[in-house]
């Protein structure tokens, strides 16, 4: 897949780090997850998100999933890597190592420990598009991060650095700052929604190409993009506001992990709902909760047991 070439649009999950039950990234559930997305349809997978718990895993597990996941996608679809990091000479590290892992672009937060000023944020992330010569979106989620970035930035970075062509907008209100964002670049940024959707069809209406939710509903945000690309605008309203209580349940702090999962594991995806601190398990009351937020949904999750022994 030529990186100079890409261009990015539809379906990217931020794909879950599967664990076994002492805490182990788990390669079997991990490929198992992979074929689950590529069945569903996805446009693309990002890897080491926030929903990937990227702020917990170690540089040889990041290696470790990285080679895995290649090996199972083969090309077919782009893979964009998380590479944000507390400082300006660890993003530059880790992005270089991204690209060189197989990343077609990059998707990058802002410094989230000490919050940066104007200029420390700029030098930040024009020393990481020189470094590397793939496609970077600029993660704006200062829910997550602590850290917003301005529109005006988003613009300075834009027209200084060829490589910046990306943004996947999580600051409420989303879709303003998508309209500001769209109007203010003049064609230069490309525009994802992300917030596990919470915006996904308002998104759309307001020129966002794109979703980077989490990977327990692929086949429901697929079908979603689809009947909006087609001009069934109503049809895809209507599902997006089927599946909005289940995408609000999965955004909640410190439990948003285990419901992902939860989920995921209930359908034979991935073995193990193990999440690691400071991320917490989901009590059974959260888990009633959450399944009966998909009832009458149908999705592709809960019938992969079934499914995969079909295969």
Known sequence: MSNSTIKLEGVYPIVATPFTEKGEVDESSLRELIRFQLEAGVNGLALFGNASEM???LDREREQIAEIVSDEVKGRVP???GSGHTG??????LSKWA???GADALMVLPPYMVKPDGKRMTEYFEAIARAVDIPIMLQDAP???GVAIPVATMIKLAEECDNITYVKVEAPPTTVKISEVLERSEGRLTVFGGLNGMYYYEELCRGAVGIMPACEFPDLCVEIF???QSGERAAARALFYRVLPFIRIGTIAGYAMGVHKEVLKAGG???S???RNPNAPIDDTLRSEVFETLTDLDPLVLRWRQRSKAR
């Open 79 to 81: 893979l964009v890597f």
């Open 88 to 93: 300006l000479e660890g993003a530059v590290q």
């Open 55 to 57: 702020y917990t895993l």
């Open 226 to 228: 689809r009947l909006f």
């Open 99 to 101: 690209q060189k892992a």
């Open 143 to 145: 829910i997550a991060s």
């Open 269 to 271: 995806v991935i073995q």
């Open 273 to 275: 709902a193990y999440v």
